[in-house]
């Protein structure tokens, strides 16, 4: 075990454990933001570089500092590293540039979105974004098409995290998809329209950071904080059948994984719980699931905004 | 039990002197009161010939805004919605077909929108969480119905029409943004 400090915080972890993983071992504040990186698909990482952290000290045996800030989601902890990422002003003047770029083309149409309201996107824009932007070029500006008859692409709000196309390496047993092109003119597509057709393509909307990959079948039918998040399972033979339904009154809207804190799909019994078309797409009666009971949201949430149940008995700050 | 403030007023019945008993004095003296009202200057307007202004951001019915092209502001967003203290505010959405680019601005566009007059407080946080200046409060005044449900305000009473623009410009710019 390698005793590793972040924030002021002390923590030992396996050795090899990135900066980011030992950080959400912590849990709480101290937990950089990731886009790109995502726990469940190994190789993803890296791309979008708003984990970055300062080292200010690289181990007990080399204490001198990283010159650099590094990539917390790809960089391995060393014994008495010390690591600084809400307590350095470095790190958030970077992080708001980084914020800045994945802004740069994104068309900010979040009133439209569906994403909006679980986009992490927005989450990093409110926290580190500016409010005006210095762009003064025209966005990129693509048609939204359809891959596969379920899920929509909107290549405008894409910040090229490449999860998706991890996610159709990873989980089905050919890939149709992926990036296009290079560099200003790096595209997510397939070159033959409505081409992705396989059961656990629709992963690929659950781990979409941002509204670029949406469910069709969900498509501007309601924003996601009118929707009660319930858990429910069903008995499938092709994933472990254990999602949340989001309902309206008696109607399930959409059908996604459950996701942890971090926003990535949970673990349930060792096992990270992918969602098979079938069950997202398909089952949309309530009949079909057996609903057990509302979810857990975060009060900070705006999902947990419309009732007052949970709106009233807000926390209150404590005068020490 | 002491009272607790003195407000209080003893009330006393002792006898009326002579002067009380003529009532003349006091009957002056009231007389005087209405005198001098009647050289103030009125309070009251008539009302249905003369009517009073309203101030610039007067908080009455609402209004569904178009564009300069005619377009429909409003992308059903739910922000209005999720800020509405009161739950007034219902809306369904769909995405626009290509043959409805002349109607709505957006990609997608509300289908239903139904403001409950007699939920709304008039609040005006829909017309502040509105991103896409589509809402807006307006010196009109909600009319009197004889039903509950007349006063269920759907498109057709909030949009506003193409050639009979409703003036909102007075309440436009107050701090918020002016550029879309």
């Given amino acids: 075990m390698v005793k590793v400090t972040i924030d002021g915080v002390e923590v030992s972890v396996e050795p090899g454990t990135t900066i980011l993983n030992a950080a959400r071992q912590i849990g709480g504040d101290v937990v950089p933001p990731a886009m790109c990186y995502y726990s469940k698909l190994p190789g993803t990482g890296g791309k979008c570089r708003t984990c970055l952290v300062e080292v200010a000290a690289g181990s007990a045996a080399d204490p001198r500092p990283m010159p650099k800030l590094v990539a917390s989601c790809s960089t391995p902890v060393q014994d008495g590293m010390v690591v600084n990422n809400k307590s350095s002003q470095r790190v958030h003047d970077n992080r708001g540039g980084v914020v800045e770029f994945l802004l740069a083309n994104h068309p900010l149409d979040c009133p439209i979105c569906d994403q909006a309201g679980e986009c992490h996107l927005q989450d990093l824009g409110y926290e580190h974004g500016s409010a005006k932007t210095r762009y003064e070029e025209d966005r990129r500006i693509f048609e939204p098409i359809d891959i596969g008859n379920k899920i929509k692409l909107h290549m405008n709000r894409c910040i090229l995290c490449y999860r998706c196309v991890y996610v159709a390496n990873q989980l089905t047993d050919k890939r149709v998809h992926g990036v296009l092109h290079r560099g200003e003119h790096a595209e997510i597509s397939t070159y033959i329209e409505q081409a992705v057709d396989n059961d656990f393509s629709g992963n690929m909307i659950d781990v979409c950071p941002v509204g670029a990959l949406t469910d069709r079948t969900f498509r501007f039918k309601s924003r996601v904080w009118f929707l009660k998040p319930m858990e429910a399972e069903r008995s499938c033979s092709k994933c472990c059948g254990k999602a949340v339904v989001w309902m309206f009154g008696n109607e399930i809207y959409r059908v996604t994984a459950r996701k942890d804190q971090f926003g990535e799909v949970e673990e349930i019994e060792q096992k990270t719980a992918w969602l098979c078309n079938d069950c997202r797409f398909e089952k949309k009666e309530v009949t079909d699931w057996n609903v057990l009971g509302p979810r857990v949201i975060n009060r900070q949430s705006v999902i947990s905004q419309g009732k007052y149940a949970t709106t009233i008995d807000k926390p209150v700050k404590r005068i020490s | ?180």
């Fill in chain 2, 1 to 180: 039990m002491e009272s607790l403030t003195n407000r209080k007023k003893v009330v006393s019945d002792k006898p009326m002197t002579f002067m009380e008993k003529l009532y003349i004095p006091a009957i002056l003296k009231g007389m005087m009161v209405t005198l001098k009202h009647m050289l103030k200057r009125r309070k009251t307007v008539k009302y249905p010939e003369e009517t009073r202004t309203f101030a610039p951001i007067y908080r009455g019915m609402h209004v569904l805004k178009r564009d300069e092209q005619g377009r429909e502001n409003c992308t059903a967003c739910g922000l209005c919605a999720v800020a509405c203290p009161a739950e007034a505010i219902t809306m369904t959405s769909a995405e626009r077909t290509k043959d409805q680019m002349h109607l709505y601005r957006e990609e997608k566009y509300a289908v239903t929108y139904e403001i409950n007059m007699l939920r709304c407080i008039f609040c005006g946080l829909c017309e502040e969480a509105c991103p896409k200046e589509a809402v807006f409060l307006t010196d009109r005044l909600v009319p009197t119905q004889f039903e509950r449900d007349e006063f269920i305000y759907g498109k057709d009473k909030l949009v506003e029409s193409v050639d009979n623009r409703i003036d909102i410009t007075k309440r436009q710019f107050t701090g918020k943004r002016t550029k879309i």
